[in-house]
């Protein structure tokens, strides 16, 4: 008889519990959590006849989380529970008190345990995101890491030049490409005394750290344009230590102003720097400061078209000069050194520009009477050197001095403007060394013959003095032309039938002294820019 009772009980209890999870995964409910003990043990009530009491407990815990997702589990006692003093397992989940009913005793007799509803757990969050929470609370961006503590914010400097290129005399500016650094302390941000955080050593690098934090205001004073890289993301780096030091590195490209001598261009040698300071800061309250170790070095392999690669930066503290009626501010300068390389420019310059002077020489050794040829060599080495002249200036800033380059163009212009003046200058004497050939030739008939006249007829000429023939001449015009005969006896020796007359003396003179000058202008020229400018425009 209590054995059937028994099955019975059993097979109600079973049905009851899957009814009620039934009705829990048709209507889920928050429950509590529900634990059943059992008072004594159960085969003393089975002894005695009685059943034992099942006290059931509630307790509310627990909420739901944003991330993750559970199962509520039910635990309920057995068969086995009952023998024993074993407290059932309980099941905790988040909500409304519900009553406790005979189903739940019922359902205590299952043995097993199955799912009830589907719940949100509370997200585990790492210990660096409740670092970061810890760090920024309370922070401040607009107030200075020092500011509370009245007290100067001192920021260090670092500069690493990648490249620079694009210098233009003409515009008076460069590119530079460099890594830049910057390193301060913010005792906000140090965590290494703070409890629960003192093992953590690893150093905070983020992104996001960018608009969460306080970061100098540093600019270039004499920058005209820049912007950090973006590629393949925004080329900046922010990283915090646990003693509150911050790394701020970023990868620029500026176009620097540099103001440019091109007294000896292209044999110059320029001095640029880079001045950056604090934009609404003072110097009592920040103040940047190069760091101790090589504040600025140059990339092994840097190379600057048409200049030689610097090796020397001069890191300089600047602070005193920059002040106005208010205030002083702080500043920092980079000055750096390039030299110019001259090899280019005697190719596409200097080599052809004496070429063209050298060809214009050359009409000293054309005939005179050629002056078809003798003018065109002139004017059209003339009109190639004004040609490159005039190329050159439109690449060059008009300045308000001479320019190395300038003083070559002038005097090339000049030797070939006095090789056509001398060409007009030998034609000119050669004219009138021709004239006087013709009177030459005529006073020889005319002393030829009066030596065939009789000595009666000269004897009577002469006293009479007058001719006694319109063809005959006077007796002066016979001493005139026997004196020019006279004069000229070594002209017509040298002449041999006129041949010697298509040659000048101003050509044979021309052949040595233009060349000459020419050779001590080049000595002058490269002697004063090249050793005696370029001592002094070295930088100390």
């Known amino acids: 008889m209590r054995s059937c009772v028994s099955i019975r009980c059993d097979i109600l209890s079973r049905y009851f519990t899957a009814l009620l999870l039934f009705l829990h995964l048709q209507f889920p409910l928050n429950t509590y959590s529900i634990q059943y003990s059992v008072n004594e043990p159960a ?70 345990m199955r799912p009830l509803a589907k719940v949100k757990s509370q997200p585990t969050k790492t210990q660096r995101e409740l670092l970061l929470e810890e760090l920024f609370s309370n922070y401040k961006t607009e107030e ?35 890594w830049f650094r910057q390193t301060w302390v913010d005792p906000r941000l140090a965590w290494n005394t703070t409890e629960g ?30 912007y950090v890289h973006k590629m393949t993301l925004p080329n900046y780096l922010l990283r915090i230590y646990p003693d509150g030091g911050v790394l701020y590195s970023q990868k620029i490209t500026m176009r620097f102003a540099c103001q440019m001598d091109l007294h000896a261009y292209p044999m110059d040698t320029q001095t640029c720097e880079i001045n950056m300071g604090s934009l609404a800061y003072t110097l009592s309250e920040l103040k940047l400061v190069w760091r101790e170790m090589i504040p600025v070095e140059g990339w092994q392999k840097l190379q600057i078209p048409q200049f030689y690669t610097p090796t020397h930066f001069a890191a300089l503290d600047c602070n005193s000069a920059i002040s106005t009626t208010t205030a002083s501010y702080t500043c920092l300068t980079v000055t750096f050194s390039f030299k110019r390389q001259l090899g280019s420019y005697l190719l596409t310059i200097y ?25 065109s060599v002139g004017l059209l080495s003339l009109l190639a050197l004004l040609t490159q002249a005039s190329y050159m ?57 009066v030596e065939q006249q009789p000595p009666a007829y000269q004897t009577g000429h002469s006293d009479v003095g007058c001719s006694d023939g ?20 070594n002209a017509k020796k040298t ?46």
């Open 43 to 112: 085969f003393n009530h089975r002894r005695r006849g009685i059943e034992p009491e099942i006290t059931p407990n509630y307790s509310r815990t627990g909420g739901m989380g944003a991330e993750d997702e559970g199962v509520a589990i039910l635990s309920v006692g057995s068969k086995k529970n009952l023998h024993s003093n074993y407290n059932a397992p309980e099941v905790r989940e988040s909500g409304r008190p519900c009553e406790y009913s005979p189903r739940d005793k019922m359902a205590s007799h299952a043995g097993y």
């Open 144 to 178: 200075r890491p020092t500011e509370m503590l009245r007290t100067q914010t001192v920021v260090k400097v670092h500069m690493k030049v990648l490249a620079i290129y694009s210098v233009d005399a003409s515009t008076m500016d460069y590119y530079m490409d460099a």
């Open 197 to 226: 955080f003192k093992n953590y050593t690893q150093p905070l690098t983020s992104m996001r750290l960018k608009v969460m934090m306080w970061l100098p205001d540093l600019f270039f004073r004499n920058g005209k344009d820049g």
């Open 351 to 375: 080599i052809p520009n004496i070429l063209i002077v050298m060809v214009s020489f050359l009409s000293f050794w054309i005939s005179v009477d050629a002056a078809a040829a003798r003018v």
């Open 393 to 449: 200036a439109t690449s060059l800033p008009r300045a308000s001095y001479i320019k190395a380059l300038d003083v070559w163009f002038l005097f090339s212009v000049v030797f070939v403007m006095c090789v056509v003046v001398e060409y007009a200058l030998a034609i000119t004497l050669l004219r009138r060394k021709r004239a006087a050939s013709g009177r030459i030739d005529v006073c020889r008939t005319v002393k030829v013959e």
């Open 470 to 489: 319109p063809g005959r001449p006077s007796d002066n015009e016979v001493k005139s032309c026997l004196g020019i005969n006279t004069e000229h006896t």
């Open 495 to 540: 002449s041999k039938g006129g041949r010697g007359l298509t040659q000048s003396k101003v050509d044979s003179y021309s052949r040595i002294v233009f060349p000459l000058f020419y050779v001590v202008f080049n000595i002058f020229y490269w002697l004063h820019y090249l050793v005696i400018v370029n001592q002094a425009e070295e930088p100390n």
